[in-house]
Structure formats: structure tokens, C-alpha cells
């Protein structure tokens, strides 16, 4: 009789676990629909959301790399204005020494310079001057010059 009593006790708690067992599974089955239906609801709402967020999140990246871009070409810009600086003033001064050096050896041939042309232009004409008021000739007329 005890081992009787001791099945009916096994059976009844063999019973109750698997009914407690089976109301769990569908607690929990209830509660994964639950979430899913959550889920369906709240997904478009989340998506929306992080659309929004990531419209933000590329406008600000967008400005900033802008604004980086916009730093840069300034910055090669100034750079590029002293190197051209720079490279201005290194042709001229090789323009003025070539220009020394070839005045250098005009001088040494006994070429003579603009300066000493138009001194000498200067002083013939005042000589022409003179020689006319000595001998009272007239100053040639402008037209008699051009020829």
C-alpha cells in the first residue's frame, strides 16, 4: 500500500510539473508574441527615428568635412601665394644680375649705354643751339627734324 501511495504522490507531481511546465511554455509563448506584435508596432516608429537620426548625424559630417576642405584649400592657397612669391622675386633678382652682367661687358666692348645716348642727344642738341645763334641761323623747323 505505501508503495501504492507513493506512485499516486509521483504521479500527481509528475502531473502538476508538467502542467506547470506546459502553463510556463505558454506564458512564455505569449510573451514572444507579445514582443513581436511590440515589435511591429514600435519597428516603424524605431526606423523613423533612426532615419532622422542619421539625416543629422550626415549633415553634421557633411559640415565639418566642408568646413575641413574649406581649411585646407585656404591653407594651400596662402602657400601656394608664398611659393609664387618666393619664386617672383628669385627671376627677378637673376633678371637684374643678368642684366648687370651683360651691362658689365657692354661696357668692357665700349658699347655705350641708353644713359650715355641720350646724354651725348642732349648735348649735341645744345651745341646745335649755340652754333646756330653764333652763325644766326635759324632753328630747323619740326618737320626738317623728322626727316
Known sequence: MAKKL??????????????????SAQQIWLA??????????????????????GKHLEARTRKLAESKVSEMTSQWSKKTGQATARATATWDKLEQVFED??????????VPTNRDIRALAKRV???????????????????????
Do not use: Y
Open 101 to 110: 652682367r651683360v651691362a658689365r661687358a657692354l661696357n668692357k666692348l665700349g
Open 6 to 23: 507513493k506512485a499516486l504522490a509521483d504521479r500527481a507531481g509528475e502531473r502538476q510539473l508538467a502542467t506547470t511546465i506546459r502553463d
Open 125 to 147: 642738341e645744345t651745341l646745335t643751339g649755340s652754333v646756330q645763334k653764333l652763325t644766326g641761323a635759324r632753328k630747323p623747323r619740326a618737320a626738317a627734324r623728322k626727316r
Open 32 to 53: 514572444g508574441l507579445g514582443a513581436f506584435g511590440k515589435t511591429q508596432e514600435e519597428g516603424v516608429k524605431v526606423f523613423e527615428a533612426l532615419v532622422k537620426e
